[in-house]
């Protein structure tokens, strides 16, 4: 009976850090929803040692990290578990809900910084080319490529847009990225082509009552960042890009290719969102390693 009323108060804790999440700091449901499952995942190892959440020791998130790395977990994915702990337990403490933070003095894993798999620009254009613009979903999926690239947009910014987000005459898009910051991005010449041609052609069709969102699934329904990433794959194969593909590889070809063309990195920064300049600075870092390939390849003694 204990154990049910433990597991009880954490389901009832953490709803409530759920929605402080979301209302009070602002961060996405994805975010909200990354940190729930990781908290879940320590009640659960404590509710193998009969603990609730405010009961939980530093030799318990030692353990507990402890055995996740045993299970083969990475080190990125130990920083993100103690990240959300460190999180929950400050909120416990202001709350007044503990006198003691447990992750105090748990050190975070050394994380080396994986380069953005991206793509050559011979890719994108394959890419940009695979669907069947012939049809309605072709168009749409032709059009929402064309904006991931052409912007340098998350699969997040891009199902959630609505249409009024979109200004044709100014040739710009609004976006609210992370924490719900606002910012202008330019939309391309060709970008904007498509979305004009989709919008007017494809959507009409695809439409099912009323709703503001920009692109529709075949229901007439906002599509979902799954059902997207599950187009780009079958455009992908389509058009036998060997590129080992993440969700985000657009925007990452978006970045690489602006620097590669000598962009200015406060530019690139400004139209990615990104509200530290050294998260835009991995993208020189993927330039250089994209001339070593080249030089390796091409050069007599490389």
Not at 55 to 83: E, I, K, Q, Y
Not at 198 to 220: E, I, Q, W
Request: glycine content about 6%; charged content about 25%; hydrophobic content about 40%.
């Amino acid at each position: 009976m204990a154990e049910v009323d433990a597991c009880m108060a954490d389901r009832v804790i953490l709803l409530e850090f759920s929605d402080m999440l979301l209302i009070e700091r602002g961060l996405s449901a994805n975010t909200v929803s990354a940190y729930r499952s990781d908290l879940n995942s320590f009640a659960a190892w404590l509710g193998g040692r009969d603990k609730p959440l405010t009961r939980a020791t530093r030799d318990d998130v030692h353990a507990c990290l402890a055995s996740r790395v045993a299970d083969g977990r990475s080190a990125r994915s130990a920083a993100r578990f103690l990240s959300a702990l460190r999180r929950f337990y400050a909120w416990c403490l202001r709350e007044r809900r503990m006198s003691e933070d447990p992750t105090a003095l748990v050190a975070a894993p050394i994380l080396g910084r994986p380069l953005p798999v991206t793509m050559t620009e011979t890719e994108v254009r394959k890419l940009l080319h695979a669907p069947d613009t012939t049809t309605d979903i072709g168009l749409r999926d032709r059009a929402m490529l064309e904006l991931v690239y052409g912007c340098g947009l998350r699969v997040s910014e891009l199902v959630s847009i609505t249409v009024d987000q979109i200004n044709a005459r100014q040739g710009v898009i609004r976006l609210f990225g992370k924490g719900n910051k606002e910012r202008l991005v330019p939309l391309g010449e060709h970008a904007l082509r498509w979305v004009e041609d989709y919008s007017r052609d494809a959507r009409p069709v695809l439409l099912s009552g009323t709703s503001d969102t920009l692109f529709l699934s075949r229901r007439g329904a906002a599509m979902t960042r799954q059902s997207f990433w599950y187009r780009v794959k079958a455009h992908a194969q389509r058009a036998a890009v060997s590129s080992d593909l993440s969700p985000h590889s657009l925007r990452h070809a978006f970045a690489t290719h602006l620097v590669n063309n000598d962009a200015d990195l406060r530019v690139v920064q400004l139209l990615l969102g990104h509200s530290d300049l050294s998260t835009t600075q991995i993208y020189t870092h993927v330039a250089r390693e994209r001339l070593k390939q080249l030089h390796s390849t091409h050069h007599p003694r490389g």
